[in-house]
Structure formats: C-alpha cells, structure tokens
C-alpha cells in the first residue's frame, strides 16, 4: 500500500515556512526518522534507495500536453474546458459521472413485481372503469400520457388503482418501481429517470407532498424526457392536497379524479376468497347485520373489515373448543354474534355507556360511574386477566385521570372509606355491569378484542384532556416491549391511527426516559405503516438529535438494519438516523452505544454494505459522517477474511485503511478504541510470521507522520505482552521499525530504559 497521505504535514497557521523546513531536515520529513517509500520511486528500471539515502529519484516525466492512449482526457481553466482523446467516449464518461452524481440524491423506491401483483385480489367498479378508460389510449391500451396525477379522497384506493394501471397498461418488460416521497417539497430534480421503468409516487404527507403550480410545470419538462426513455410516471395525490385552481393538465400530464371506493362488501369477500376464506365468507354475506356495517366503507376500512372477520371467526375457533361449565355462564356467542360484533360501530352503545356522569350504577340508566368507565377501559386493553390484577389496572387508571372517591362527610385520611366502599358494587358485579365474566379461576374474560378497540377509540375521540394520562398509563401498563404486549398492541394502534407530529411528540416525551423500548417498537408499527410512516420517521430524525432518545433510536434503526427483508429506502433512512445520534451526541455512553450497534451490525452481511458506505462518505470529507464514519471503520475493523484482518487484507474499494487507522490514532476522541483493536489484530496474528510481517508492514504508515507520537507510544505500551513466534516483543518490533536509532536517545523504548 501506497503511504502517501502521510507525508509532511503542512505547517500549522502562523509557522514560518523556513522554521518548518528547519525542522523537517532535522527531525526527519515524518517526525518518526524511519525508512519509507513515496509514490513513483518504485518505477520498473530504478533502483531502491539505500539505508539512510532519504534523496527521492524523479518519476520520468512526459510532456505536459501528453495523453495516454486510447484514455480521454479533461482540462479547465479559467472556465474553459478541453477534451482531449476520443470525444465520444469522454461524452459517454461525462454522461455517467452525471447520472451516478444525479442518482445519490434521487427518490428511491421498492421494485413491484409485476405479475405477482396482478394476481393479487382487486375489486373494479363502474366509476374506477370509467377513470381508467380515460388514462388509456384506446387504440394501443397504453397510458396515454408518461405522467398520469391521480386525485382521490384519503383511503380510497387510488395506490393499488394506479399501481394497477401501470401493470395493466405498460410495456411487460419496463420495471415497476414504487417510489417513496422522502422529500420537503415536491421536486421534479428527485424523480428518476430511466428507460422503459413504470414509476408510482403517493403524494400525502399533508405538510411536505403539497403540489405546487411550479412543480407542475417542471413535471412537464420530466414528461418528455419520460417519453424519450419509454417510461411512466403515476402520481396519488390526496384530494385536500389539490387546493390550487392552477393544478390542471399540462403537455405531457393527465390529470384524473378518482372519488369514491369500490363496493365494501365486494371488497371483503373477494380479499377473504382469495386467501382461503370461502366458509367464512359465505357465512358472513348471509348475516343481514354484519354485511349492513360493511356499507359505506373506504377501501382501506374494508380491507381491515376482512382481516377482522378473519380475527372473529378465529376467536369464534378457538372459543368452541372449550369444554361449557355446569352453570351454562360460558356458552360461547355464535359466530353469527361474534362478527356482528366484531364489525359493528359501537358509537351509539358507547354514547349510553359514556353518558351523563353518575356515581352510582342505576338499572334506569346505562351510564357508567367513572370507576367502571376505566374498569371498562382496562379491560379493554388487558382482555383476559386475574381479577386482582385487572382492579390494579383499572385503580391505576383513575389516579392517572387524578380522579378519587369523594366521601360526604369523611374527613381527610378518615376511616370512612373502607365502609363507603364496601356499600358500593363489588368487582364481580362490576365486571359483569361492563359486559365481561370472571371464570372459576377467577380470571376475568372480555374475548372482544375488537370492542375494546372500539371504546379506545371512542375514548381518545371523545375525552381530549384523557390523551395524555391515557397514553402515560398505557405505557406503565405494558410488561414487556414485545409488539404481543396488549398494553403495546394498543399504543400500536392508536399511534397508527393518529400519529400526527403532536401525537409522536407527546409519546416521545412520556416514554423516552422510563420505555425506550416499549417507544421503539410502537415506532416500528408506526415507519411499516404506509399512511404515517414518514411522519415517523420523520419524529425519528428530530429525535436523532437528543441524547434522551438516543436509546430509542439506536435500537430500533439497529433492527431495520438487521432486518434483512427491509427496502433499501428504510434502510438508508435508518442509517441517516444512526448518523445523527453520531453526529450530535454530547454524552460520549450515546457515541458508545452507536459503537455497540455497529460492532453488532458487522454481522450481518446486509447491513455491512451501509457501514463501507459510512466509511466512504467520512473519506470524502461529508462533515455530517465525521463520528459515523470513524465508528463504522472500527467496527469493520472486527471483520476477518482467512484469518486475516479484512480492512488489511482486502480492503474494499473506496475504503483507504490506512489512513482511517492514521485518523482515529490521531483524534483523542477515537485513539483508546483504535488501540484496543489495533493490539487485537497484531496479537491474532502473532503466531503466524507471514501474516504478522504483513500487517506490521501496514500498519507502519499509519503511524507515521504530524502528531503520532503520543499515538504510537500508547499502541506500543500495549503490545508488551505480546511477542512473536521469534520471541521478540511486539512493542520492540515496531519501535525499531518506527523510531530511527539516532533518535531513540529521545524516545525511550515504552516500558524499557533510554
């Protein structure tokens, strides 16, 4: 390897520029007086220089206006600039040098495979017919333009119709691309452009996708180019995002309005074919009352409507299996209940339930005293669980909502209590008054999972000021981050629900310091989620930069990366993140944890790709992969290729080895971990004398040049006890390889005399 990044440094500001060449004559070019190697002196035909000879034979020079053979050549100056060689071919390297500087800052997106998705189950009607009629060219039953705007109420379906167009009504062999709008603003700069490709981009972040006449207008410019590569473009956009009476039709763009969704019931029972569900199906079309709570649905309702049939008839499953007790109390519902109730909209039972306040339960009226209203809403989240735990559950939720019983008369800390209560309802008939049992193990039983949804949500819609406690209790109310957790489950739920920036900011601030690991997987659910996954991530980047969340951050990128099913998109978003923990972190325990990530992450072949691209992008002087870069390098440092350190062996392209080692010996913030790895790499090899001479030999430019003395004394400090098959001590070794003998007068041998 070449060491010439380590040649003299140039003088430090307000040197004189002879005092520094004073100094280099006599203390040597390096400060470590040693024998090296500089480029071009090992050219075939000149002779090695001797011991001691430190003057440099001259490389043999061309003439300045030579151009090797056969390879192009490009000159500027002063504005100007000169081709020299085949002109075709410099356009061609020009042509690619632009599109591989063009793609590092392009929308990236997941490869749709086309026939795989066109078996999916898919529900038309009259009007979607109609839509796509007008796109389509009816001679050639293509698009009829290369950039097709689809503009649909939310939930609607517009994704899967024009994914469907594309499949439907492109070229077979262009590539399906579903791209992901990681943008602030619409930009057409950020779209790709390639030959015979079929793009598809939602437009629906309601702060960051809002489409602008401007943008339009450059749309049309990409629409040509677009054609000329044979390619399509179609774009969702969500209707309240179509504001601006300029957002119409240009060259090259067809606007389109998608406005309402297929048949629900049509939807649920070809999705609930599809996947096996024929029994069920046919049983839930002949109940009247399920399929009356189907009408009206939006495309994404009606699909999580099959998915919870599904649920409802596994519950009904599992249910009939067990054996009936004497008393009959456990006859369980019939299916025909079960998804009636599954599916129905509990809003106007709840609204009794949720009534007027009282304090007492009275048969005249379905309102529930505040004690039962969280004993029903900690019944909801935990669904089955001892009796004694549930009481705690419930307890815990009235003191979060800062409410207590009120005894007339009783004063302060006053016996009175015990007798008040004891006159009230017991917590059997309790359980019984909100619609659960209590089995002969005295365990409560609430099997509706998807009631309990229900009164989440109708309790977060209703009680504004209950969000904040109701979030806070959930959280105390998990036992483990698992996403099983049913205290987890529900803050899944809600958060998909109504994750918007003020919701995320409220959890993380609640969850950050006591669950960061309940809060990461919450936000797992939340970045898989198509309709607020960008918010998410989004909170993720704000949260990068806080030591507080760094916990959080830190796990949870850690298992994108390690995922290895993940997009490429999630996976770099990830990494992005990592970065900025790295970047901002204060605390140096947060610089360590992103450390312990990537030391974990060298294991999986997936994610090391993203380390040597963190590395590339510290070597090319990206200021914000400062600290990353230099903590991916270390944790490569870990990887071995037969035996042999891989970053010495075979380092990969783009990566220069020796000058990250030279770097992190020289930053006082990365010297200790770089040692500690450095020794383990030189003790591994000790035993094998070819592989230490090689590493040893490599090592050696690293530790020379500006400022590495400190640096090299501490490495050779602990390679004391280490010591070759030849029996000579590591810390020898390269001392005698670093420290010219005329100057180890100066420099003691570590650990041994003058």
């Not at 003088?11 to 090296?36: F, I, V, Y």
């Not at 049309?220 to 969702?236: D, F, K, N, P």
């Not at 500690?676 to 000790?686: G, H, K």
Request: charged fraction near 20%.
């Amino acid at each position: 390897m070449s060491d010439a990044p380590f040649g003299p440094s140039a003088p430090e500001p307000g040197t004189p520029a002879d005092e520094t060449a004073s100094q280099q004559q006599q203390n040597g070019a390096s400060r470590w007086l040693t024998r090296r190697r500089h480029p071009g002196t090992d050219l075939p035909g000149t002779p090695a220089p001797a011991p001691g000879d430190h003057s440099l034979p001259s490389p043999a020079l061309q003439p300045p206006d030579a151009v090797p053979a056969g390879q192009p050549s490009r000159e500027t100056a002063n504005g100007d600039t000169h081709l020299y060689g085949d002109v075709g071919v410099v356009a061609n390297v020009i042509e690619e040098l632009n599109q591989q500087t063009r793609k590092q800052d392009l929308l990236e997106g997941t490869e749709v495979d086309r026939k795989q998705f066109l078996g999916l189950p898919f529900v038309r009607s009259a009007h979607w017919d109609s839509v796509e009629q007008q796109a389509v060219d009816v001679d050639g039953g293509r698009l009829r333009q290369p950039v097709t705007i689809i503009v649909a109420p939310r939930s609607c379906g517009s994704t899967t119709f024009a994914l469907r167009l594309l499949a439907e009504h492109t070229a077979g062999h262009a590539q399906m691309i579903k791209l992901e709008a990681d943008w602030n603003t619409p930009s057409k700069g950020r779209l790709p452009l390639e030959k015979d490709h079929a793009y598809q981009l939602d437009l629906k972040h309601p702060e960051n996708d809002q489409p602008s006449a401007d943008f339009l207008d450059a749309l049309s410019e990409h629409a040509a180019h677009l054609r000329g590569c044979r390619s399509h473009l179609v774009l969702t956009v969500a209707q309240d995002l179509w504001r601006d009476h300029r957002l119409s039709d240009r060259p090259g763009i067809h606007v389109l309005r998608l406005q309402e969704a297929p048949d629900a019931e049509r939807v649920v029972a070809v999705h609930l074919r599809a996947h096996g569900y024929d029994e069920l199906t046919d049983s839930l079309l002949s109940f009247p009352k399920a399929t009356a709570a189907l009408r009206g649905l939006t495309a994404v309702a009606a699909v999580q409507a099959a998915h919870t049939a599904v649920m409802a008839w596994k519950e009904h499953s599992r249910a009939s299996q067990q054996p009936a007790r004497p008393d009959g109390q456990n006859t369980p519902m019939s299916l025909e209940q079960r998804i009636t109730f599954a599916l129905t909209d509990w809003r106007d039972a709840l609204d009794g339930l949720f009534g007027d306040m009282t304090s007492l339960r009275s048969p005249d009226s379905p309102s529930l005293p505040v004690e039962d209203r969280c004993l029903l809403i900690a019944l909801a989240v935990r669904q089955c669980a001892p009796m004694p735990d549930v009481a705690r559950s419930a307890a815990a939720l009235l003191q979060a909502i800062g409410h207590a019983p009120v005894i007339p008369g009783a004063a302060a800390g006053s016996s009175g209590l015990i007798p008040s209560v004891l006159a009230g309802r017991g917590l059997r008939r309790r359980i019984q008054d909100v619609g659960a049992r209590v089995d002969m193990q005295d365990t409560v039983v609430f099997d509706r999972p998807t009631y309990g949804r229900a009164v989440l949500e109708y309790v977060w819609d209703n009680y504004d000021v209950m969000r904040t406690p109701l979030l806070a209790w959930l959280l105390a109310t998990a036992q483990s981050p698992d996403p099983d957790d049913r205290a987890v489950d529900a803050l899944a739920q809600l958060t998909v629900r109504h994750g918007t920036t003020d919701y995320l900011t409220t959890l993380g601030d609640l969850a950050r310091a006591s669950h960061p690991e309940v809060l990461g997987t919450v936000m797992e659910s939340a970045i898989r989620n198509e309709h607020i996954g960008r918010l998410a991530w989004e909170a993720l980047y704000q949260w990068a930069a806080q030591d507080g969340y760094a916990p959080t951050v830190i796990a949870l990128c850690r298992r994108i990366l390690e995922d290895s099913s993940v997009t490429t998109a999630h996976a770099r978003r990830a990494m992005v993140r990592l970065r900025r923990v790295a970047h901002k972190a204060g605390d140096h325990a947060v610089r360590g944890q992103v450390l312990d990530a990537f030391d974990a992450l060298v294991q999986q072949p997936t994610a090391t790709q993203h380390l040597m691209n963190e590395v590339r992008s510290w070597q090319d002087g990206k200021v914000s992969a400062a600290r990353s870069g230099a903590l991916a390098f270390l944790a490569l440092m870990s990887a071995e290729h037969e035996g042999i350190p891989w970053l010495v062996s075979a380092p990969p392209p783009g990566i220069d080895a020796q000058q990250a080692v030279h770097d992190l010996l020289k930053s006082p913030e990365t010297t200790t971990e770089v040692i500690a790895r450095l020794t383990l790499w030189i003790r591994t090899s000790a035993t094998d004398p070819g592989a230490y001479t090689r590493l040893r030999d490599q090592l050696l430019p690293a530790l020379r040049g500006h400022r590495m003395l400190d640096a090299g004394m501490r490495l050779m400090q602990e390679l004391r006890d280490i010591s070759t098959t030849e029996g000579v001590s590591a810390a020898d070794d390269f001392y005698d390889h670093l420290v010219d003998n005329r100057v180890q007068g100066v420099f003691p041998r570590p650990g041994g005399d003058a």
